[in-house]
């Protein structure tokens, strides 16, 4: 049985998601199709390729991972599939496949140009439906890479913004703001000086104290802000029981001025 995942900016009100899932079902009505999010900033291809390479990463081989946020639907941008390791990673090429292809070199590049494998209509404004859910379809049912288009040498790159930190400031970018109000960023944990999370005395986010470094959230005392190594590597900034981004006013992709002593 194959597994399908889907992550779009869809949102959660429209039937979008319904109709790329009726389109697999009805070309394999075996395939596992499994919900990434679709709660993806409108075309915020950035924080799209972010979540996309987090959310992948635990899938057995074999996953055929689809992704649709594309503010260029119906221009000449391409539509690629790419493997990576033993699994496929389908998407417009305006970056999202970015920071994927940047930890797992693709052995195979297609751009995904052949309308056979296509729906019969082709709208100009939903490709997700009509060229992405129909190839992950055939591609579930054993149709090789090869078949589906033209081979290509490389996908648009994408990074996450560069942080500029010394022994004791950086400037960090707020990359997303999970369900629960923590403001995750583009800090890895390497960015930092060595031993930061266990010996520091004061560190702000601008004139902010935030009160302690932790390596959970349970840590610290309810309503505290914290700052903590998250699930995906990176420094996140969370209030216990509460929601950072209200304290801090942070909105996906401010800048954030992160100072502290040790």
Known sequence: MAIVTLMTDFGLSSPYVAEMKGVILSICATAKIVDLTHAVAAQDILTGAFLWKQATK?????????????????????????????????????GLLGLIVESITPDLIIDLDDPVYWRDTVSATFHGR????????HLSQGVEMKELGSPCPDVKPTSLPRVVASSTSC??????????????????????????????????????????????????PVGELVALIGSAGMLELSVVSGSAAERLRARQGDSLELSWQT
Request: glycine fraction near 8%.
């Open 171 to 220: 400037k960090a970018v707020v990359l997303w703001i999970d369900g629960f109000g923590n403001v995750i960023t583009n800090v890895r944990e390497s960015d930092l000086p060595p031993g930061f999370t266990d010996d520091f005395h004061t560190f702000r986010c601008g004139n902010v104290l935030i009160s302690h470094v932790v390596s959970h959230y349970a840590a610290a």
């Open 58 to 94: 635990t899938f057995p081989p074999g996953a055929i991972h689809v992704a649709v946020v594309d503010p260029g639907v119906g221009s000449e941008r391409r539509i690629v599939a790419a493997r990576c390791g033993r699994s496929i990673f389908i998407a417009p090429d305006n």
């Open 130 to 137: 009509d060229i992405m859910a129909p190839v992950a379809a």
